[in-house]
């Protein structure tokens, strides 16, 4: 029986390595993979997961952390890449900046059998998009002050 521990490593290695096809391997039938404003079946990840490492070819994993329980794992980390490609969003499509550019994203990783049941990716997108130097109307890059003058 594999436990979550090691299937997260094996997805991690295969996406480093590029070698994405074989995902769907690692997850039951009726799983799941999310990310903010995308949920997909483990046929349609490869394809998902190649959007990333096409906007990011150089995309590295930097593992910040890990628990493990008997049904699943929580793993922190930080992923940094060159923004060299078109980058698709739920929101549209962000053409390449050229910056160097790292994020934090957690993944709930839930096992059942061996298998991937779900996993959930969660990063900040407006993290992303401020560090890729892009302007949202609305947001500021500057950092906001409350009265006190902390950062908020």
Partial sequence: MRGADRLVEQQYAMLLRRDVARLPDLYAT???YSMPGVT???IELPALLRTWTGAFPDLSVDRLGSV???GGAA??????GTHTGVLHTPFGTVAPTGQV???????????RRGRIS??????????LIAALGLHVDGLSREAQHDPLGLPV
């Fill in 30 to 32: 009726d799983a799941f």
């Fill in 40 to 42: 997909v079946r483990p």
């Fill in 68 to 70: 493990q329980t008997a």
């Fill in 75 to 80: 793993v922190e980390q930080r992923l940094t």
């Fill in 101 to 111: 550019v790292s994020w934090d994203v957690v993944d709930l990783v839930r096992v």
């Fill in 118 to 127: 779900a996993w959930r990716s969660y990063f900040d997108w407006g993290q």
